[in-house]
T-cell receptor
Framework: DAEITQSPRHKITETGRQVTLACHQTWNHNNMFWYRQDLGHGLRLIHYSYGVQDTNKGEVSDGYSVSRSNTEDLPLTLESAASSQTSVYFC??????????????FGPGTRLTVL | GDSVTQMEGPVTLSEEAFLTINCTYTATGYPSLFWYVQYPGEGLQLLLKATKADDKGSNKGFEATYRKETTSFHLEKGSVQVSDSAVYFCALSRGLTSYDKVIFGPGTSLSVIP
C-alpha cells in the first residue's frame, strides 16, 4: 500500500544546530507540504512543492528551507534551530489532477524539541 | 484572507450522545470543505468532504452539509463512541489557482466517556 513516512519520529536538539526532517511518500503525488502543529494555532503551512525543483513559502517559512530533487521526498531543514521551533511537524501530499481530488494524506508526524 | 473558525473545545460527551462541532469559513469563490480527524499520536486523515453548495459529506456515521448561505460546514454524529475521541479539524481549499493548499481551523478536541 502507498504511504507517507516521516523520520525521525522524535528529535531533541540544541539551539543553533541544523536539523533535517525527512518526508517520503510512495503515492507518486506531485504536491507535498510541511506543516507545524502548535496548541492554539492548529496547523500552519511552512513550505510546499508542486513538483520536482519547485518549492514555495507558506505562512511561517522563516528559519526553514526545503528542496525537491525527486517526486518522493521533501526534506525540511531548520537552518539554525530555535526554541520557538519546538513543535510537531507534519508532512502531507496530494495528487494534482482536479479540484475535486485535493485530499491531503498526512504522515505520522515528527515531534521536535529544541533546548 | 481566507479563514476557518471552529469551536475549540475541549468537548466531553457521554457515549451515545449527539455530537455537533460548529465550523464557519471566510473565503472568496467556491471552496471545497473538509473535516479531518487526528487520533492520538497520529497524523491527520480525511473524514469527509464536500465540494459545492448543499453537498453532504458523510463517513463513519459523521455528516456535514455545505451551507453557502451561512458559510458553514458543521460536523454531526447521532451517537458517538469512545473510539471517536480525537481532534477534529475543519478545513477549506479554494479557487482554481490555489486548490492544492488547504487552510485549517484550530481543531476541536473531543473526548467520549463510557
Amino acid at each position: 500500500d502507498a504511504e507517507i513516512t516521516q523520520s525521525p519520529r522524535h528529535k531533541i536538539t540544541e539551539t543553533g544546530r541544523q536539523v533535517t526532517l525527512a518526508c517520503h511518500q510512495t503515492w507518486n503525488h506531485n504536491n507535498m507540504f510541511w506543516y507545524r502543529q502548535d496548541l492554539g494555532h492548529g496547523l500552519r503551512l511552512i513550505h510546499y512543492s508542486y513538483g520536482v525543483q519547485d518549492t514555495n513559502k507558506g505562512e511561517v517559512s522563516d528559519g526553514y528551507s526545503v528542496s525537491r530533487s525527486n517526486t518522493e521526498d521533501l526534506p525540511l531543514t531548520l537552518e539554525s534551530a530555535a526554541s520557538s521551533q519546538t513543535s510537531v511537524y507534519f508532512c502531507a501530499s496530494s495528487e494534482r489532477i482536479a479540484r475535486d481530488t485535493d485530499t491531503q494524506y498526512f504522515g505520522p508526524g515528527t515531534r521536535l524539541t529544541v533546548l | 484572507g481566507d479563514s476557518v473558525t471552529q469551536m475549540e473545545g475541549p468537548v466531553t460527551l457521554s457515549e451515545e450522545a449527539f455530537l455537533t462541532i460548529n465550523c464557519t469559513y471566510t473565503a472568496t469563490g467556491y471552496p471545497s470543505l473538509f473535516w479531518y480527524v487526528q487520533y492520538p499520536g497520529e497524523g491527520l486523515q480525511l473524514l469527509l468532504k464536500a465540494t459545492k453548495a448543499d453537498d453532504k459529506g458523510s463517513n463513519k456515521g459523521f455528516e456535514a452539509t455545505y451551507r453557502k448561505e451561512t458559510t458553514s460546514f458543521h460536523l454531526e454524529k447521532g451517537s458517538v463512541q469512545v473510539s471517536d475521541s480525537a481532534v477534529y479539524f475543519c478545513a477549506l481549499s479554494r479557487g482554481l489557482t490555489s486548490y492544492d493548499k488547504v487552510i485549517f481551523g484550530p481543531g476541536t478536541s473531543l473526548s467520549v466517556i463510557p
